[in-house]
């Protein structure tokens, strides 16, 4: 009951990703059961009004079955993103 979804908002260049960076970034990351969207810097507002707080790379954002924000952080930990994980999906989200 969990779709990943990778949303790359620039390429190495910073510009806005196209078709083959994406599928790049997948051969590099050996995604195979996830989706994989471009996105642009367009989509980044850090007060959130017109889009998302995003502040680093990465950032996560957990969104419930009902399209509702459950959790959101930056920066890389397995441990951490695997409890939150586990917290959404057993606390009905």
């Not at 908002?9 to 990351?29: F, G, T, V, Y």
């Not at 996560?60 to 409890?83: C, I």
Request: without cysteine; glycine residues 8%.
């Amino acid at each position: 009951d969990l779709l990943w979804i990778t949303i790359i908002i620039e390429n190495d260049q910073r510009e806005d990703p196209n078709a083959q960076d994406l599928a790049e970034w997948s051969l590099d990351k050996g995604t195979t059961n996830s989706l994989l969207w471009a996105g642009s810097r367009d989509w980044v507002d850090p007060s959130a009004l017109n889009g998302f707080p995003i502040t680093s790379w990465p950032t996560f954002v957990l969104v419930t079955k009902d399209m509702v924000v459950y959790h959101g952080f930056s920066g890389w930990s397995e441990d951490y993103l695997d409890q939150k994980i586990t917290e959404m999906l057993f606390n009905g989200g």
